[in-house]
């Protein structure tokens, strides 16, 4: 267990990672150096399915909670939502933060924070561009990924240097023509680069990751072996996919309707602002998309992931409001499985082919490339960049480990490479980097209009009362005189077995509320806790369930 860090040294960068290391999402790292901070992104977690009634997961903002006035700017690396989603709820915290980044990032911000009604100040960057903020000299490169206009930055103090990469791979060959800029990484490698912020998603996957413009040919494949309805599934945000989409149904005479808020808003701001090149004709309106033959239509929808309120998922279940599947119709998972999201997707691939959907995804069809560099794009990098430490970031913790291994096999001391959690501060100093402790960082969940109310406690009530039940008692007594009035009476809830299994248990309930009663100085609280412990030892052995039981007693 690590302590909590002592003050900053004299001279020194540090660097406290308060979401992303350990988690695929809620990417959040803080830099501070001279009294002042800054932040490089702040993005969202989506949760699991034993985090039950959780909407996000936010980054634990009680590190800088009482810092807000020395942070001198957010950095957002690209526009995805576990790098973007949790920018409102800092915001909520002090508006005025600077946020920096891309015209296409800060758009998508933009409109996000409209909805929050927040007014915030953008500050606009482009690759090599150089701005300050603070004792933070920021230099921006472009980096390739799955969406336009991702950046990396480079962090220049007088402490030392940090190179961030956000989310990037090395396609050679992408649809928008924008190359990772390795020459870039060159001359920061020759500058010198005290500290080395990777991403480690792909960490464990050998060799280099595809082509994006391999996936036109196999959508244009898919399009003409279907002659019924298709919706394509993909990350609101994959601008580069949508194009693909737009382009096959124009070569096939398809229109397409773009099928969720976030998807609609985020290509909306796309096509405003170029990045996505609508041919003439094909885009309908989603009201007007049922009018057309099945063989015309192409729906674009949210749901790659299997979340069950998005678009796909409620087609899927025929809970959706206008649209509906028939047999025939063919389904393209347009992107790749986030870790942790398998079951979900596989429940709805499983519900499509039940309707007698055709089901296209990655594991049957090259309908998806990652946006995340392999383990031989890592090893190039690590090379050219030539590192004097190095702080994998971005992934679970098998990734960060397999992205520090292959930082070592290219000659860096195994010392010299920080695997750390969300929370383990990384203080730099003359140029050597060592683990200086670490900071409370929970999660944060959102939950409806509720900000951090909820907690792990309310979590392990949800899942009891999900896989258990629940079982109320009640009783009315007049303690005084030590007299049951009325009960006790039994509730289930979510229980198999009927009512009529717990007329059991009464006698000893009884028994047990009158022999505390006899005591002369029972209380409500004390006989409730009686009858929990009766019923609970009852159930536990006749029934082999531990529902929640919520006894109540009534004194008269």
Known sequence: ???????????????????????????????????????????????????????????????????????????????????????????????????VGSELTL?????????????PVLHEVKELQEVSYGPFDLEFVAVNHSIPDAMAVMIRTDAGTALV???????????????TDLRSFARFGEEGVDLFCVDSTNAEVPGMVGHE????????????????????????????????????????????????????????????????KVPQGVLVDARDISSLPPGERVLMATGSQGEPMAALSRMAHG???????????????????????????????????????????QGNAKVHVSGHASSEELLHVYNIVQPANVMPIHGEVRHLVANGALAVKTGIAPERVMLCE???????????????????????????????????????DRRILAEEGFVSVYAVVETKTGTILAGPHIQARGVAEDDAVFDEVLPDLTASLAQA???????????????????????????????MIVPVVIEA
């Open 165 to 179: 990469t956000g989310d990037f791979k090395m396609d050679s060959l992408p649809i928008d023509g924008r190359i």
């Open 1 to 99: 267990m690590l302590k909590a860090p002592g003050p900053i040294p004299d001279g020194a960068l540090r660097v406290v990672p308060l979401g992303g290391l350990g988690e695929v999402g809620r990417n959040m790292t803080v830099f501070e150096t001279e009294g002042k901070l800054l932040v490089v992104d702040c993005g969202v977690l989506f949760p699991e399915e034993d985090q039950p009634g959780v909407d996000l997961i936010l980054p634990d903002f009680d590190y800088i909670r009482d810092r807000l006035e020395d942070v001198v700017a957010l950095v957002l690396t690209h526009g995805h939502e576990d790098h973007i989603g949790a920018v409102p709820y800092l915001l909520r915290l002090r508006p005025d933060i600077p946020l």
């Open 107 to 119: 758009a998508f911000v933009d409109a996000k924070l409209k909805e929050h009604r927040i007014r």
């Open 213 to 276: 413009n391999e996936i036109g040919p196999v959508l244009d494949n898919v399009f003409a072996d279907s002659d019924q309805q298709i919706v394509v599934a993909s990350f609101a945000s994959h601008v580069h996919r949508v194009q693909q989409v737009l382009d096959a149904a124009d070569a096939h005479g398809r229109r397409v309707a773009l099928i969720g808020r976030s998807m609609v808003r985020n290509m909306g701001i796309a096509a405003e602002r170029g990045y996505l």
């Open 319 to 361: 809970e959706h409001k206008s649209i509906s599947l028939e047999p025939g119709d063919t389904v393209i998972f347009a992107s790749s499985l986030i870790p942790g999201n398998e079951n979900s997707v596989f429940r709805v691939i499983n519900q499509l082919m039940r309707l007698g959907a055709r089901v296209v995804h």
């Open 517 to 547: 009663l006899d005591s002369g100085n029972a209380s409500a609280h004390s006989l409730q806790q009686v009858l929990r412990r009766t019923l609970g030892r009852w159930v536990g052995r006749r029934l082999r369930r531990r529902p």
């Open 422 to 460: 969300d929370g383990v501060v990384v203080d730099l100093l003359d140029g050597q980097a060592r683990i200086a402790g670490a900071v409370p960082c929970g999660y944060v969940y959102v939950d409806g209009s509720s900000v951090g109310e909820i907690d792990e406690t309310e979590l392990k």
